[in-house]
């Protein structure tokens, strides 16, 4: 393939349509935004009660790297998450706690957005509290009452499901099929004045001692699905392009929202619905009666690093379960030292931006700082976006980064310590290039370098290292390898990585 051939590719994969599966039609679809280049995004967010677990990792990672590969790829995208802070759970966790519904709530938002930081997970452009957006909510329960999709008993406001036509469309599910356990958050002492099992709460009468909100119906407090159809109206319109959850809120929380919105509307909510896979523990669903349920937070202070977390999610489809064992992670572990120890090089020699990447031949004075990425760089870019393009498939994207991390690791092979000069120009430009790239199709999914401490920093005894790397090397030269070995194995309980390099040269890290 020639240079110009895979220029050609690289031009010709930026026409190369974006295609996600919408949960909707259950099919692949072309990516069409409604305003040309603006794409407008809502994602279910957290119910703020406890810390976040694996579950909100997979999801809130795996919606950042869409989010992250749409500006990518020249979209200007308006992000919004909601936060639920008016709930069953929060309520008992304040009683609990003896404390208020908003320390509560308070308390755990400030935890989700530690662990998103962690995570590299961007922050939402707006991120909406329920208990902010009350006036929405009543509003769009007044219009369903008005239009005869809602209803009002004893305090109560409920959808008349089997008065809207459509409801079932997002699920596949139908009303004759279903269970009165399936219909959310509504306990079984508010289903005996409902039309029918499956009517769903839009206002719950409050409790006695219960926090409580006013509204024509009397005090109370709104219902789970009602407030997102409310906050996507009100921060993004009637009609959004993408609309992103877990597999487990397509039924009851997402059908709801639809027949809500589209209720009161008379348009489709959103155009998309993408939604992610569950997490397994071993095998298991996740669940804490179970025992297997892991917060963010304790992983993280385990020792997995969060670049490891996020390399493990997206080494899977978002749409397929994941199963989390301590095997899986070790891999991550492994694979993500592989790319940090690729891009901490460039890190290391000082490779800047400054020299801006080009993928065709340059004609202008502007150009004149750019460089040309090689014929092999150019269609690994492009391999790179035809993976991203085909339903964000984030595994043969990363095949792609992992190709590029080794090559790089081949070429550091060569370099002493502070001495890149070594190399030959043609070298140096090489490993510069194929650094750039790397930094770039990292940054685009949401990877950042995770700092490697040098032995060196961290051990007084530098002498005493040096001196077993030299004791293993005469024992190589005089081909005693089960002596060699030994020593690495010593130096690897000191927390020392040796790496040898070709003309029997020893470089050591801090493990």
Known sequence: MTNNTNILKNLFSNQVPIKLTNTISRQKETFIPINSNKVTIYCCGVTVYDLCHLGHARSYIVWDVLRRYLIWQ?????????????????????????????????????????????????????????????????????????????????????????????????????????????????????????????????????KKDEPSFSSPWGAGRPGWHIECSAMVKKELGETIDIHLGGGDLIFPHHENEIAQSEAVNNKELANYWLHNGMVNVGGKKMS????????????????????????????????????????????????????????????????????????????????????????????????????????????????????????????????????????????????KQQWALLEELTESIGFKAEKIERASQAFADEEKILSYINERKLAKENHDFQQADKIRDLLGTMGIELIDKPGGATDWIKK
């Not at 639920?84 to 400030?110: F, G, L, P, Q, Y």
């Not at 499901?161 to 002492?189: F, M, P």
């Not at 014929?375 to 339903?391: K, M, P, Q, S, W």
Request: glycine share 4%; hydrophobic share 35%; net charge neutral.
């Open 74 to 206: 020249g979209y200007e995208v308006t992000y919004v998450q909601n936060f639920t802070d008016i709930d069953d759970k929060i309520i008992e966790r304040a009683s609990k706690e003896d404390c208020s519904m908003e320390e509560v709530s308070n308390k755990n938002i400030v935890a989700f957005q530690e662990d998103m930081n962690k995570l590299n997970i961007l922050p939402a452009d707006k991120m909406p509290r329920a208990t902010k957006c009350l006036d929405s909510i009543r509003e769009m329960i007044e219009e369903l009452v008005e239009n005869d999709h809602a209803y009002a008993i004893d305090g109560n406001v409920y959808f008349d499901v089997k008065n809207y036509k459509n409801y079932g469309k997002l699920s596949g599910r139908n009303l004759d099929q279903q269970q009165l356990n399936a219909e959310g958050r509504i306990t079984k002492d508010q289903t005996s004045n409902k039309k029918n099992v499956f009517d769903f709460a839009l206002w719950k009468k409050s």
């Open 288 to 431: 804490k009666s179970l025992g297997n349920f892991t917060t963010i937070r304790s992983l993280l202070n385990s020792g997995v690093s969060p670049m490891t977390l996020r390399l493990f999610i997206l080494q899977a489809h978002y749409r397929k379960p994941i199963d989390f064992t301590k095997e899986a992670i070790d891999a991550a572990a492994s694979g993500w030292k592989k790319i940090n120890e690729a891009l901490n090089l460039g890190i290391t020699y000082n490779f800047s931006k400054s020299s801006e990447p080009s993928f065709e031949p340059k004609n202008t004075e502007k150009d004149s700082k750019k460089f040309i990425y090689s014929e092999e760089l150019i269609g690994l870019r492009t391999d790179f976006i035809f993976a991203l393009n085909d339903d964000l498939n984030t595994s043969s994207g990363l095949a792609i980064i992992f190709q590029l991390a080794k090559s790089i690791r081949s070429l550091a092979n060569k370099i002493e310590p502070n001495s890149i000069e070594k190399l030959t120009k043609c070298e140096k430009q090489q490993i």
